[in-house]
Structure formats: C-alpha cells, structure tokens
C-alpha cells in the first residue's frame, strides 16, 4: 500500500567514518556528478584511490567497542529526546544504518543532529579527543515511503550486516 501523503513514513539514514570509502576503492565509489539512484558506481581505480588517500587529512576512522556503543546511546538519546521514533539501528565498525519515523522533519537535519551527538558522546566518553569529526561529509538518507520500504530497511539494518559485532576488542 502507497502512502499518499507529501511526508514519508521513516527515513533510513546512513553514514560512514571518515576515509573508509575513497574514490578509486575496490567496491566502486560515486561523486556529486554521479549519485543518482540506479547510477554506476566508479571502477576501482588504483592510482585514483592513491591520491583520495594521499589527500586525507587525518587518519582514516574506526569505531571500536566503546566507540560503537557511544554512538548507539547517543542515537537512541537524540531520538527519544526529540520525539522520533527508532525502528533499527546497526552501528559497525565503520559505518551506521539507522531507521527512524522523523514525522515531517528534513531528513538532512536528523542526519546532522545525529552525527552531531555521536561526536559529541564519544568525548564525553573520552572516547574521541580530537577536534575534527569522525564521519564523512554528507551520508544517505533514504526516504520511505510505505510499509513494506520499511519493513525492508529494517530487515536490513538488523538482519544484513552480518555478524554481530562483540563487546569488546582484542
């Protein structure tokens, strides 16, 4: 069933740490020339993925245990606090999916308060000292817009990211 409203019925919002996708990587890349749905992705390129890294202004970013759980508590703080309502999330050790009902909120805007009180939890939790953020710039935000695109983004969010990720690191 469509939903026939202007406003969709959740969101599945994504974003990644900072340097773990570089243009010219194995898994193809896009750019602001080529991010429409459907688009193909770059070709890994070598060379191409040599100077995306060369060009990174500080090391590419891992969430480890206490960094994963940092950001999961501060998703589920800013989506309680501001009323929306968390349907999935997956935090990983370089990216996150999230599911959420935003009502008629811009999507881009949950995506930045999202980020925002990530970073923030991870140095109040001592976890993340530096002044520069640990994400990429910009991150996806999927509309959808009926019962099964969200029944489908939350399969996905819990069920396809494979394996669970432990408490703790070796």
Not at 35 to 56: E, F
Not at 103 to 126: W, Y
């Amino acid at each position: 069933m469509w939903n026939h409203t202007d406003q969709p019925l959740a969101v599945l919002i994504t974003f990644r740490c900072y340097g773990t996708w570089l243009h010219g990587d194995e898994r193809g890349s896009i750019d602001r020339h080529n991010n429409k749905y459907g688009d193909p992705k770059y070709p890994p390129t070598a060379h191409w993925n040599q100077i995306s890294s060369d060009r990174l202004k500080h090391a590419p970013v891992k969430l480890d245990a206490q960094r994963r759980k940092a950001v999961e508590d501060a998703i589920r703080e800013t989506c309680e606090r501001r009323g929306w309502t968390l349907l999935a999330i997956s935090v990983r050790t370089n990216h996150l999916h999230v599911v959420v009902m935003i009502g008629s909120k811009e999507p881009e805007l949950v995506l930045i308060a999202l980020k925002a009180n990530a970073t923030r939890q991870m140095r109040e939790n001592g976890c993340w000292p530096h002044e520069h953020s640990p994400w990429s710039e910009k991150g996806s935000k999927r509309r959808l817009w009926n019962d099964r695109s969200v029944a489908n983004a939350v399969d996905y969010v819990i069920n396809g990211q494979g394996d669970d990720l432990p408490d703790f690191d070796y």
